[in-house]
């Protein structure tokens, strides 16, 4: 269950609720019982290792980018000669 973060309009507290996503979005204030809105917050959630998106597809692998070079040293050279 996600846990969302509300702001009371009336007090100005501001706490962490439990909630299934279905619930509606408007939970009541602990300190004063005033209705609270909820706000918009960073997430935790982050990818890492090799795999994704931006490490593993983006970029041209290693080998692939020495071969390039290697076959551009070779055009060089015989255009030299």
Known sequence: MPIYEYSCKSCGKQFECMQKISEPPVAPCPKCG?????MISHTSFTLKGS???????????????????????????????
Request: proline share 0%; no cysteine.
């Open 51 to 81: 795999g994704w998106y931006k490490d593993g597809y983006s970029k041209e692998k290693k080998t692939e980018v020495k071969a390039k070079a290697e076959v551009k040293a070779e055009v060089k050279a015989k255009d030299k000669t």
């Open 34 to 38: 005033a209705t609270a809105d909820r």
